[in-house]
């Protein structure tokens, strides 16, 4: 079991750490070496909120629950928890380092990407998905930012970033709006209920993403994208999707279905004809337009506002965190 190390010199005289890798509302992540094994980590900091009432930081029990769910959930497809330290301020988790680099950053500088390679990122992602769920735990916060790449072969990803998580009870409701616009399920929009059947929608969301280059419910505020999932307002524009098998049509349709009751399970997923075919058999290249790749590049590079870029590029820049 990892343990919390309370002594801020015990981080200090384990760890030499060193440039940022990452960054969120109230956590920094660094690349850190162990100094005995000379081994690499990711050293995650979060922000401790001070006060019950403050919101300049995050609470205890939150940092504990990401504990918690990273220390119990041991798969080949899900990020690692090393060690955990109380420094004063922050709490460190030291995680496993994952050099590959974001799934979207991977996706924008292919010449183009196939259903067989978007099916067997989406099988990985729903394998490490099948655990969590197997332990009744939701992740939340699904988007292509939180999938990386073991190495830049693209052929191993792991899912990160567990803040959100939470444990489904059949005995406690959770009614949060929380996780990232376009990503989320109408049940947090319309602040019902989330189950674990609101993963499969952010599943849904990905490999439309992934196979098309654009976002389904995107809108020009928060407030508009937040209509279009209310509304299940998408559908599969033929300049995008035009190259695209039925199946993986049918694999999308079955998971932005605004009932979770009535969406696709993990499980099913899982024995889709369309991951299952894809397992083996090269089907049909959908090709992320060359113009769509270059304006990827340009935007990026010079977008001062984060919408602008999100609305002209879809899925790979739109997981960024403002």
């Avoid at 497809?77 to 060690?83: A, E, F, R, S």
């Avoid at 301020?89 to 590959?100: A, Q, T």
């Avoid at 113009?291 to 990026?300: D, G, I, P």
Wanted: hydrophobic letters at 40%.
């Amino acid at each position: 079991m990892v343990q919390v190390v309370s002594e801020e010199s015990s981080f200090e005289k384990q760890f030499d750490v060193f440039e940022e890798i990452g960054s969120g509302q109230f956590a920094v992540v660094k690349r850190c070496v162990k100094k005995a094994t000379g081994r690499e980590f990711a050293a995650k900091f979060i922000r401790k909120r001070r006060t019950a009432s403050s919101r300049r930081g995050v609470a205890l029990e939150d940092i504990h629950r990401e504990v918690y769910i990273l220390r119990s959930a041991h798969h080949d497809n899900i990020v690692q928890l090393h060690d955990v330290f109380d420094i004063g301020s922050e709490i460190v988790l030291v995680l496993e380092l994952i050099k590959g680099g974001e799934l979207f950053e991977f996706v924008s500088q292919k010449e183009f990407l196939s259903e067989k390679e978007t099916s067997g990122f989406i099988r990985q992602i729903l394998l490490g998905l099948n655990h969590l769920h197997d332990m009744c735990v939701a992740h939340l916060d699904l988007k292509p930012e939180n999938v990386l790449l073991v190495d830049r072969s693209g052929k191993h990803i792991k899912l990160i970033d567990f803040g959100l998580s939470r444990h489904i009870s059949v005995d406690t409701e959770i009614r949060e709006l929380m996780g990232t616009p376009e990503f989320v399920a109408p049940e947090i929009v319309n602040f019902e209920p989330v189950t674990l059947a609101t993963d499969m929608w952010s599943v849904g969301v990905i490999t439309y993403n992934l196979l098309s280059g654009i976002s389904p419910f995107l809108g020009d505020s928060k407030q508009e994208t937040f209509s279009n999932i209310s509304a299940v307002d998408y559908y599969f524009d033929d300049e995008y999707f035009s190259h695209v098998s039925e199946l993986a049509k049918d694999f999308i349709a079955k998971l932005l279905v605004k009932d979770p009751r009535k969406r696709t399970t993990v499980d099913q997923c899982l024995i889709h004809p369309w991951i299952q075919q894809n397992k083996e058999d090269q089907l049909t290249s959908s090709t992320v337009k060359a113009e769509v790749r270059q304006k990827w590049k340009t935007v990026r590079a010079s977008a001062s506002h984060p919408i602008a870029v999100r609305r002209t590029l879809g899925p790979w820049v739109a997981m960024k965190k403002q």
